[in-house]
Each structure stands twice: as structure tokens, then as C-alpha cells.
């Protein structure tokens, strides 16, 4: 709490140093929603609840400590993450992604696209799929993928047990962290891999080695 409010005193606001050609606009929602932002209205609270004369500020220490030890147990796993991100397997231009969560799976396809990563096939207790980063714009479901599925016994579609395919191509999954399958897939991972592979070496005009 003491280097936080030294920090603030001699640097002022972070993203005055960070982002110094942001706007007006951008400058006032950072403020609004900023750990200042926390901090100012911790004391208003805390100032409303005292009695009148009482110059105790323990409270406000007490909440500020609370959130900071919250804060740094996230950067804690937030580092791990990417460490876990960077040593996932890569097959051809895949990932797979083994019960390590949607948290590094979204940090690998961010930080590994230079080794030509393009998306990732992940398992997450009974859920499976394929996401693609946001901004790219391969589809995950396809020709490929649907054979896949399908000779597997299985469909995609809107009814409990089929595979979702989200409009915009990003997300192709039976289950997902919010919203877990029930029952295990009969799709293999390894072939969803394959089949993204393939996919991606017509859409590119390569070859891949799985």
C-alpha cells in the first residue's frame, strides 16, 4: 500500500506515462475505472461510516490490502499461465491444449502466432473443440472438422449433446468452461487436429507435418 501511494505521488497516473497521447475520453474512463478509482471510493465509503472527528483510516488499509493480495495472486497465475501457454504441443499449425484451461489456451494463440500457430484443439474434462484467435479468420468448422465429427456419431447443432459452431467461425466445441458437456466426445482429439491441418494447408497452399 506504501509503494503504491509513493508511486502514485511521484508518477501520477499510470497511463499518463503509458499511454500519453490517449484522449480526453479514454484519460476519464481510465480514471473511473482505475485502482485510483478504487481507492477514492473505498474512502468515501469508509469516510461515511465514521463517526464525526474519527481520523482512523485503518479501514481503508485494511480493503486496499485485501484487494492488492488479490491482485498479485492473479498476476501470480497469470505467469504461470504463459509458461504453461509456451510449452504446449504443437502439431503442424495446431495446438493442443490438454486439461490446462481457457486462460492459457487464449495466452498461447496470442503469444505463439510467430511460430505460425493458428488455433488450438483443447480438452477440458468432457469438453472439447477448436478456438481460433479473435481477429483471425480461418473457420473452425469446415469441410474437415464436420467429417470428423460426424463419422464419429455425432452432429453439430443447437440440441443438448451436439457441437456448438459459433456464427463468426472462431469457436467450434462440445461443451465449453461455462457450459460443460455432460458425457464424454467420441471424437478423437488427434483428428481434429489433423483435420485443422489439412484445412489450413488448402487454405494456405502448404503442407504440414503432424
Known amino acids: 500500500m506504501v509503494r503504491y501511494v509513493d508511486e502514485r505521488d511521484s508518477n501520477g497516473h499510470s497511463w499518463d506515462w503509458l499511454i500519453p497521447d490517449c484522449s480526453v475520453d479514454q484519460h476519464e474512463t481510465l480514471e473511473q475505472v482505475g485502482l485510483d478509482a478504487v481507492l477514492r471510493a473505498i474512502k468515501v465509503q469508509d469516510y461515511n461510516g465514521r463517526s464525526k472527528g474519527d481520523n482512523d483510516e485503518s479501514g481503508i488499509f485494511q480493503k486496499m490490502y485485501y484487494i492488492f ?31 490446462k484451461g481457457p486462460q492459457v489456451t487464449m495466452e498461447a494463440l496470442r503469444r505463439r502466432e510467430a511460430e505460425g500457430v493458428c488455433c488450438a484443439v483443447f480438452v477440458s474434462y468432457n469438453s472439447v473443440g477448436i478456438v481460433r484467435p479473435d481477429h483471425s479468420e480461418i473457420l473452425t468448422l ?49 483428428d481434429l487436429v489433423e483435420a485443422m491441418n489439412r484445412y489450413l494447408d488448402t487454405l494456405l497452399g502448404t503442407t504440414s507435418k503432424v
Open 69 to 99: 493480495e488479490g491482485l498479485l495472486e492473479n498476476a501470480r497465475k497469470h505467469v504461470q499461465a504463459i509458461k504453461t501457454a509456451m510449452s504446449l504441443p504443437l502439431y503442424g499449425r495446431v495446438l493442443y491444449v490438454d486439461n
Open 142 to 190: 469446415n469441410d474437415f472438422t464436420k467429417a470428423v465429427i460426424e463419422t464419429a456419431g455425432e452432429s453439430v447443432g443447437n440440441e443438448p449433446g451436439c457441437w456448438f459452431a459459433h456464427e463468426s467461425g472462431y469457436l467450434l466445441a462440445r461443451g465449453t468452461s461455462k457450459a460443460r458437456a455432460l458425457s464424454p466426445s467420441e471424437v478423437k482429439l488427434m
